[in-house]
Nanobody, 124 residues
Framework: QVQLVESGGGLVQAGGSLRLSCAAS????????MGWFRQAPGKEREFVTA????????DYATSVKGRFTISRDNANNMVYLQMNSLKPEDTAVYYC?????????????????WGQGTQVTVSS
């Protein structure tokens, strides 16, 4: 089992920044690729970004590429999502997820463990 707890969400104006954190506990964190997904009201959960177990490779949805940055600290069992130039359409609940694989994935089905989510609201 891997337990994931997100933090750092909140209300921000368009153009602002937020940094989300995800603290992992349980099994060896470095065995898991990590991803961030988001879900807006009335919409399906969508891929945002992911990072390989080692942190050597990342993947981003087109909608966030160049604005968001994922990183991980395997020594401290943390994964981060730095979000810059936020837009109202980034408003959603953001979820951290862990997949027992080396490579990252865009499919939620590949992630066995999920956090409870943190709300991000971007006002115009």
């Amino acid at each position: 089992q891997v337990q994931l707890v997100e933090s750092g969400g909140g209300l921000v104006q368009a153009g602002g920044s937020l940094r989300l954190s995800c603290a992992a506990s349980g099994r060896t964190f470095s065995n898991y690729a990590m991803g961030w997904f988001r879900q807006a009201p009335g919409k399906e959960r969508e891929f945002v970004t992911a990072i390989t177990r080692s942190g050597g490779s990342t993947d981003y949805a087109t909608s966030v590429k160049g604005r968001f940055t994922i990183s991980r600290d395997n020594a401290n069992n943390m994964v981060y999502l730095q979000m810059n130039s936020l837009k109202p359409e980034d408003t959603a609940v953001y979820y951290c997820a862990a997949a027992n694989r080396y490579s990252s994935s865009r499919s939620p089905n590949d992630y066995a463990y999920w956090g409870q989510g943190t709300q991000v609201t971007v006002s115009s």
